[in-house]
Structure formats: C-alpha cells, structure tokens
C-alpha cells in the first residue's frame, strides 16, 4: 500500500518480493486528508478470492533475505493465525519478541493497543471480514492499525508476531508526522540470513510486561486482559519489582557495578543516571516476570534482540548517534539486567510472585 508521491518506492518494494506476485494498491484519494485506514481498505480488499492468505506491506517495509520462502514457512505453521511481520523496538510486543528470542520460541502474541501494519498477512476470510468491519465500525481517520485491533480482538485467534521478524522498518519517513514525535521505529529482532525458526508452540502473555516507555523514559509493566486482548493501563516497574521479592536498592548498586565494565565503555556519562537506572530496572523485570522456561539471555539471538531495548526504549529521549555508538554497552547492560532478574526469578520465597506459566 502507498501513495503516488512515493510510488517509485512502492514498485521498487514489488521487485524485491518476488516470486511473490506483489501488487502495488495505492490511496484511492490522494487529494484528500492523509489516512492510512482509506488506503489499508483498499489494499485488503485486493485479496485474491482463490488466495488462502493476503499479505499487505505499507511501502516502507524492508523484507528480510529470502522473504518469500520465509513468510510461506510461518504460514504453514500457522494458517489460521494473523501474522504480524514487524513490530517496533520499543513497543510492549517487542518485550514478547524478546522473551521468545531467550526460549526459542518462533511466535509471540501482539500486546500492543494496536496490531502492527507495517507487514500484516491475514487468512483470506479475515481480510474480507476487516473490509466490512471498517465499513461498519470504523471512522475515515481512524488510525488503521488502531482498527486493525479492534476488528481481530472480535475474532478467534490471537495475532501473533514471527520471531525474529520478517519485515523491518526503513527510517523515520512518515506521511502523517510520525517522526517528528516517535523516533526511528526499527524491529527488535529482524531475521538474519540464513536463520529459519518457526516451530515450536506460540508465547502468549503473562499478566504484567515490563517496557521502557519511550515517551518518557520510565520503567512500567503493562497489564495486559486478554478478554480483549489488549493492555489496558501500567504499573511501575519499581512497585512490581518489590512485590516479587527484588530489593530495588541492591539492584540499583548492582548497575553501577555493571556501569564500571570497560564493556559499557562511558555508557554511564553519555547517558543520564536516571534514564539508565530504568532502563536496568525493566531489563530486571524482563528476567524476573519471564514466562517461559529454559531461559538463556547469553545465546546469540537472544543477546541480539536485548541488545535493541535500549535504542528502542531511548529513541526519543536520546540522540540516534548517542544509541548507536553504545550499541554493545547496551547489550551489556540489559543482558546483565536480565540475568539479575532470572535470579529473582527463580527464589521460591518470593512474594506475590507473578504465575510464569505461559
């Protein structure tokens, strides 16, 4: 889906997607007021009616190496599943994408109050129930992976994100200003050559999921309902921590300890004190609320989807070469949070320990 002032990128994105026969669907109104719902609805109803599956791209996707072959892969092992191929690094979804980086798993539900749209592939019966649904429910400005929400939160089946990510997110270009406000929107975990992993059983979420906001910096869980699969509200992460158990001061100590890794290199100055001290905080959460068993934060695909936390939850908070540049400080810190935070885990007398069953 695109508008015509970005068509040379749409058709250039149709190449790259072959053998898949990508049709390139464009705002039906391109003189009137921008809408990603209006473009979303013509695009989805463009399925084939032959077709068992419909994958919509907005034109700024970025498909991982061998896309194709990829996509018809988690396909067939979910074929009644809403797959989302990308989701944000900062995102609530991305703490699910990086818990299944640390058990292996090859899925994870979407958290969000959203389902993502920048790579979304539906059963056909599904595209075709969204078109009437937005004709029914939804407003002209709607945004459309707010509608998107709304509409599979009626049906079924949990929408489920591909662990690691087919698709990434190529900059901050936005028709609507995103930019200007939410920062780089890169995946948490985009799949790299060579790497195939979609078996297994889905993760679906626990109760509490802890996120560094990337509005403000702070530490909070998300609750999430799954009566209408959405989050509905946060906690701080602090408040969560301290009712399984963690002493929120020794954990604090036990940053700066990691601070003094010549790994972190000057992490510690580059970045204020307090945006590190919750940033550590919800990588502890991550390990302490972790709902799946084994868990590895040292494998290699785990270390590269923590390693985006801190870009993803800092974004607008601190500037891009800033993030960049710490990258492996970055990956230290938070791997090390986690691992604090398994040991909180796993003492059997905490209290009020949150249920880590999936």
């Known amino acids: 889906m695109t508008h015509p002032i970005r068509a040379m990128r749409a058709e250039r994105l149709r190449r790259e997607l072959l053998p898949l026969d990508a049709v390139v669907v464009s705002d039906p109104d391109p003189g009137g007021p921008r809408s990603t719902l209006r473009t979303a609805t013509a695009a989805w109803s463009a ?5 068992t599956h419909h994958l919509v791209l907005q034109d700024d996707a970025e498909p991982c190496p061998d896309f194709a072959r990829q996509l018809i892969a988690a396909v067939a ?6 797959l989302a191929l990308f989701t944000e690094w900062g995102s609530v979804t991305a703490t699910m994408t990086r818990w299944a980086a640390l058990s292996g798993r090859g899925f994870a539900e979407c958290v969000d109050d959203y389902v993502p749209t920048v790579g979304l592939v539906l059963p056909r019966e599904l595209a075709e129930g969204l078109v009437g649904f937005v004709a029914r429910e939804c407003h002209a400005q709607d945004p459309d992976d707010v509608a998107m929400q ?16 087919l ?6 270009q936005s028709l609507l200003g995103h930019a200007s ?6 995946s948490p975990m985009p799949r ?8 297994g059983d889905p993760l679906f979420a626990p109760p509490l999921i802890p996120v560094l906001s990337w509005n403000d910096g702070r530490a909070v869980c ?3 309902d799954p009566s209408v699969r959405t989050h509905v509200g946060t906690v701080p992460t602090r408040d969560v921590l301290d009712d399984n158990g963690a002493d929120i001061a020794d954990a604090l100590a036990a940053l700066g300890t990691v601070l003094a890794d010549p790994r972190c290199g000057d992490l510690g100055t580059a970045v204020g004190r307090h945006l590190l001290e919750e940033l550590w905080l919800t990588a502890v959460a991550v390990g302490a609320l972790a709902p799946q068993d084994p868990v590895d934060p040292a494998s290699e695909s785990a270390a590269r989807a923590l390693g985006t936390m801190g870009p993803g939850g800092l974004r607008t908070l601190q500037p891009s070469a800033t993030l960049a540049r710490h990258r492996t400080g970055f990956t230290r810190l938070v791997g090390d949070g986690v691992s604090a935070g ?3 885990r796993r003492r059997p007398s905490a209290p009020g320990a949150v249920p880590t069953g999936s």
């Open 181 to 186: 406000h939410m920062g780089l929107r890169r």
């Open 47 to 51: 399925a084939h009616p032959r077709a």
């Open 150 to 165: 709304r509409f599979l939160a009626t049906t079924t089946e949990p929408v489920l994100s591909t662990v690691p990510h």
């Open 222 to 224: 998300a609750r999430w």
């Open 192 to 199: 790299a050559a060579g790497e195939d992993r979609f078996d």
């Open 167 to 172: 698709v990434d997110h190529d900059g901050p």
């Open 77 to 82: 092992v979910r074929p009644r599943s809403p």
């Open 342 to 344: 398994l040991a909180v």
